[in-house]
C-alpha cells in the first residue's frame, strides 16, 4: 500500500511538471500560476523550474501562520515538479505549426488532471499553492472558489504584467482541469483505497467549474 502510494505520489508529481513544459511548448497561454512563474523567469537568469521551486518554498513560508502541516508530498512537490519542468523543457523542441500546438495545448491539460489526481490521491501532503488555498479557506471561513479565484487572479495579474504568457490556453485549463480532474478521481480511487472525493485537498484543486 505504502510503496503503491508512493508510486502515485512521484509519478504523479513528475508527470505535472512534464505537462507544464508541454503547455509552455505549446505556446498558447499557460495556467494562473505558470504565467507568474514564466513572467518572473523571464526577469531573472534562472530556469523556469528553479523559478517553480523557489516560489514553492516561499508560498510554504505563508503556511506558518495557517498552521499547515508539511507532508513528504508537499516537500517532494517543491523540487520534483522543477526539475520535471526543466527536463520537459530540454527534451521537447519548439512546435510551430498550430495543429501541434493546439494538440500539445490539450494533451497537456489531461496530463496535468491525471498528474494532479494521482499525486493527491497518494494523500501524502498537499502542495504549497493548494495547501495555500485550503488553509486560507479553513482560517477565514470563506468558501474554496472564492479563495482560489483571488489568488489564482493575483498570480495572473502580476505574471502578465511581467511578460507571462496568456492566451487561449489559459482559459481552456481554467474551465477544464476541474472538469477533467472530477471525471478521473473515480480511476484512482479503485487504486488508491482511502482516496475520497470530499478530502479537503481534493475540493481545492478541482472545485466547481467557477472556481477556475
Known amino acids: 500500500m505504502l510503496l503503491r502510494r508512493l508510486l502515485a505520489l512521484y509519478v504523479g508529481l513528475w508527470l505535472y511538471g512534464f505537462s507544464m513544459a508541454v503547455m509552455i511548448r505549446a505556446a ?7 504565467v507568474f512563474h514564466q513572467g518572473v523567469a523571464d526577469q531573472l537568469p534562472l530556469s523556469f523550474g528553479t523559478i517553480v521551486a523557489i516560489t514553492g518554498a516561499v508560498v510554504l513560508l505563508a503556511w506558518i501562520p495557517l498552521r499547515q502541516k508539511i507532508g513528504l508530498g508537499t516537500v517532494s512537490n517543491v523540487v520534483v515538479i522543477g526539475v520535471s519542468v526543466d527536463v520537459g523543457l530540454w527534451l521537447l523542441p519548439q512546435l510551430h505549426a498550430l495543429p501541434m500546438r493546439i494538440g500539445a495545448m490539450a494533451a497537456a491539460v489531461v496530463l496535468n488532471a491525471i498528474a494532479t489526481v494521482l499525486y493527491i490521491g497518494a494523500g501524502m501532503g498537499p502542495g504549497p499553492r493548494d495547501g495555500l488555498m485550503t488553509g ?28 507571462g504568457s496568456v492566451g487561449v490556453g489559459t482559459v481552456v485549463y481554467a474551465f477544464g482541469i476541474g472538469p477533467l480532474i472530477q471525471v478521473m478521481i473515480p480511476f484512482v480511487d479503485r487504486y488508491l483505497p482511502g482516496f475520497h472525493e470530499d478530502e479537503p485537498v ?11
Open 28 to 34: 498558447l497561454g499557460l495556467d494562473p500560476w505558470d
Open 202 to 212: 481534493t475540493a481545492a484543486v478541482a472545485p466547481e467549474p467557477m472556481a477556475a
Open 136 to 163: 486560507l479557506v479553513r482560517r477565514t471561513g470563506k468558501s474554496v472558489w472564492l479563495i482560489r479565484t483571488g489568488i489564482e487572479a493575483t498570480v495572473l495579474a502580476i505574471g502578465w504584467t511581467l511578460g
